[in-house]
């Protein structure tokens, strides 16, 4: 039978070469291909500084430290995440609140944030989901009414804009994520983009253990005594990691113009299937086209799942939402029912096989069998 894989990377020769540069070089920490990255990043993204860490879950974590967001705080988020994002906030010891969806995209739903403010409110982290960016501008004004931080998770979003704004430019600072899956991959790593030079300074600090100079500032310059100012954690992205980024960074342009195609492809053979919906595309954007989601009944969901399954075609749910996860549950007494929109989205939800070297017969192949589920009911 043939198999279609769920995901697959894009990294090519160039990518290895680059790798095994810094692989046959002295130095294999965080150095000068960490810094090529961050600085290829914040061209690409049109930000001041870029700080490259270990995850997206790292960068959150990091983020809300140095916004000094801990304990006692509540984080407003969204419950259709992976649930990185809310366990960043518990692990600075805040506590996440959370705030339906808008029904057409999935995104957090920006007119019910303020419903959700509190007292102990300290910051917003709204996430792009599966790349199409939240209403930014609407978050901002809430954000700035209250006294708010904005913390965007863009683990789906290196490639998004709307209405002009990119990533970490409304946002105090945007998190990225290179995880195995992502985008653009280096099998797990992060980075923060900010315009705070200030808080740029603290977090590169903050990836370090707190410590004031890193192992390579001691190995370019003369031997400088380090001191350790703040508490921070071990989490500074290394140049094996680095390197293996710079390339595909490079080439984000023509892996984004592929997954547009395969985007529109999708939307053709789906369109005419009863049964299958899919989410809207705000005006005025472009999308990050991270995940491709059909939404079916949420009676056959199941069903699908192992229907392509059994038809050699990978699948995912992104996702199931947060707040019904057990922990969550148990430690905040969340209950079915609390996020409809949410939920809703989470019974319907299928992600189908979406990345630049699926070929156009696999996703012909992946659209008909699909089909092929719904004509035998
Ligand atoms: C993948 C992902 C994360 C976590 O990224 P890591 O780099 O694995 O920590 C966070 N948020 C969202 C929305 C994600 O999809």
Redesign the pocket.
């Known amino acids: 039978m043939r198999k279609i894989e769920f995901y697959r990377h894009n990294i090519d020769n160039e990518d290895r070469e680059r790798v095994l540069s810094v692989l046959i070089s002295l130095f294999l920490t965080t150095g000068s291909a960490v810094k090529e990255f961050e600085d290829t990043l914040s061209g690409y993204l049109n930000v001041a500084h870029t700080v490259g860490v270990t995850?997206?879950?790292?960068a959150?974590h990091l983020c809300l430290l140095a916004w000094n967001i801990g304990p006692g705080d509540e984080v407003i988020t969204t419950p259709m995440?992976?649930c990185?994002?809310s366990n960043a906030i518990i692990h600075a010891s805040a506590r996440p609140v959370f705030v339906d969806v808008e029904p057409h995209t999935g995104n957090i739903d920006a007119e019910k944030i303020e419903e959700a403010l509190t007292e102990k409110t300290k910051a917003i982290i709204p996430?792009h989901l599966y790349g199409q960016m939240c209403d930014m501008k609407k978050i901002r004004q809430i954000a700035d009414r209250h006294n708010l931080v904005i913390i965007e998770?863009a683990?789906?979003a290196i490639e998004a804009e709307r209405e002009g704004i990119k990533p970490g430019q409304t946002g105090d600072a945007a998190c990225f994520?290179?995880?195995t899956t992502?985008n653009i991959t280096s099998g797990?790593?992060?980075a923060i983009c900010t315009n705070n030079a200030e808080k740029a300074d603290l977090l590169k600090m903050l990836r370090l253990h707190g410590m004031d100079k890193s192992a390579s500032d001691r190995y370019t310059k003369n031997y400088q005594h380090w001191d350790m100012p703040h508490m921070g954690w071990k989490y500074n992205m290394d140049n094996i990691h680095g390197a293996l980024l710079i390339g595909q960074l490079e080439r984000i342009n023509s892996l984004h113009a592929r997954r547009k195609t395969l985007w529109h492809m999708y939307r053709e053979w789906i369109s005419g299937v009863d049964n299958i919906t899919i989410l809207q595309e705000v005006d005025n954007s472009r999308h990050g086209c991270h995940l491709f989601t059909v939404h079916v009944p949420s009676e056959n969901r199941d069903e699908v799942l192992y229907f392509m399954q059994q038809h050699g075609i990978g699948v995912a749910v992104n996702y199931s939402p947060i707040h019904l996860l057990t922990y969550y549950r148990k430690t905040f007494g969340y209950n079915k029912g609390d996020f409809p929109i949410a939920e809703d989205i989470g019974d319907r939800t299928v992600s189908l096989p979406f990345y630049p070297l699926l070929k156009d017969d696999e996703l012909i192949c992946i659209s008909e069998t699909l089909r092929k589920y719904f004509d035998n009911r």
């Open positions: 995850s997206c879950t790292a959150l995440s992976f990185a994002t996430v998770d683990a789906h994520s290179f995880y992502k797990e790593g992060g």
